[in-house]
């Protein structure tokens, strides 16, 4: 190929595929496919080792290049990168607000509200639009250059795009490395797969990788960047305001964080804290928090800096996910189905805005996974409704128990436990008159999601099945205000609310009985499915294996468990029971089932008639499903009062938005 050829679509092909980095990593919206992403690397990489000589500095190629021998160096950065003071309530905000508003005079200021990003600081040097140097924040004067594994972030522009040809002679970016989600997830899973320490979150995951001197493996963990402020600009860009730096940075291809927010009144960034942590859960990256800057430059300089941070920019910290505490105990649980669940008491700690007091362990190879033991410090997580979860051992106890495997107090099982596989991971217990498994069974059949028995709780299970007065789910209709009373903890009152409540729970659907009444495999949603296909109880019962199989997601696991559970006597018994109380035995026809049948629904905003729990309940009684993000697969988007970022994104993706009124007519029809 003539030299002048190859010049030219050398050329053409670099801007290609920077044009497709762009629109991929920092617009997020690919208009290839990978595999001709890959075509024309390939291509190009083919041109650039036949003419050496015409390979460009900033060539795409180039992102990965060699690793760094030994070690990293070290760089001073030349305008010390600082940190933020954290708030962690709205009244510390405030405070931060009044102290502005008296260092300016004025409270007529404008602030940029910004997501606070859980990644690693990072400064990005391009010298005439090439950038020239990556490196960390380190102590904040004395960073590592890494500036092999920020060119292998294809979010990270190597030169500065610039529409009007011009870019500054210099310019200092800062921002933030960060490893969304899903790259976590998969790099966590390799990790497992090869044996190796899991990253405990991905922050250090991100900071993990920024650090590694291959960028080829650097490049595989997919980091990502957001630029959030600058230290220098030198030739060019006169600029006033900390928005018209994120146009500019946005113009330049440097990817800026699209739920950044201009605000004008404290109301305004509260409000804009509020939706950020609403959605954090959403988002595909790790937010802690908020973070808010006054925009003018003048009014930064007026209100200066002290050694460690800007008084003009600040950090509203959302409650933690993570928590670290000691482990009290570790006890051993009889499910309803007999299997044995290690769970760690703690002592209690705030996290994700509750009280964590014991977290499950699931099984026997966690604990050895974990390496836990009484004693232990350890780091937990609870992110949202999802339930505590023990992340990590961080520092062990003096002295190490060896966990036994059988509940310490059940004491009527003590021969029956067997082991449910080989590599013994999970333990059953095989007593059928089992009291612990009773306690579990009646406590789901009372729970939200099944017969809904208000007042039913742990204690009075425990209570009513030690002192003999339930034998099966059945025995609770035959409950007397007597038997209430004899429990040390109930009064008349008590007594007769729980009598009513039971007694209304009589009336729930067939499809609430079906769950309650704890068939293996047999969710919530399964029992919905099976309660519109049979109508009644006698019905399902009598029903063979194939047409079960019928039912959209009931396979031949779980319609093996149905045929098991209605063979049995102890079903048959606890049927006739029921029965004989007066129970409803049938699925009612639902007023909207037809329309709502497999719809999903999001709710954002407070609804006034009732809690978010029992409207996404009333539409889960119909068929569809709760979704906690808008997504393309969302149907209906419920808004109440106060609703947030969840309706721009339902009117972004044209999804139908209804109000409260409206939701009202479609669940009981119209009145
Ligand atoms: S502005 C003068 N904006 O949070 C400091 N920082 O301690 C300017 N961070 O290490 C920082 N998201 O790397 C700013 N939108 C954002 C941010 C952000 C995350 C990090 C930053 C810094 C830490 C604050």
Redesign the pocket.
Known sequence: MEKKLAKQEILTLSQQIEEHNYKYYVLDQPVIADQEYDELFKRLSLLEAEFPDLKMSSSPTLRVGAKVASGLKTIHHSVK????DNTYSFDELKAWFVRVFKGLGTDKVDFSV????????ASLLYENGLLTLGAT?GDGEVGEDVTHNIRAIRSVPLELRSKGGVVPRLIEV???VYMDKMAFAKVNDERKARGEDLFVNPRNAASGSLKLLDPAESSRRKLRF?A??FSRIEGGGAIKTHAEFLAMADQFGIAI?PL?RSCVSVDEVIDVCRDLERQRQGLSYDVDGV?V?VNRFEAQRTLGETMK??RW?V?FKFQAYQATTTVKDIVVQVGRTGVLTPVAELEPVACGGVTISRATLHNFDEIERLGISKGDRVLLERAGDVIPKIVKVISQADERAEVSKLPANCSSCRDDFIDEDPEMVAYRCINPACPRQLARRLLHFASRGAMDIEGMGESVVEALVEKGLVSSVADIYTLTKEDFLGLSFFADKKAEKLLGAIETSKARPLSRLIFGLGILNIGEKASLLLARRFSDMETLSRAGADEMMSVAEIGEVSSAAVLHFFSQKETRDILVKLSACGMNMKEPEAVAAGLLFGKVFVFTGELVRWTRGEAGQLVKDLGAEVGVAVTKKTDFVVAGEGAGSKLDKARDLGIKIINEEQFEEMVHGKK
Do not use: C, T
């Not at 990168?81 to 933020?84: D, P, V």
């Open positions: 990168m600082l940190s933020l910004e997501p606070k990003i859980d990644g690693v600081s924040r800062r921002g933030e957001f959030h402020s964080n950044n973070v800057k941070s800007p920019a950090a």
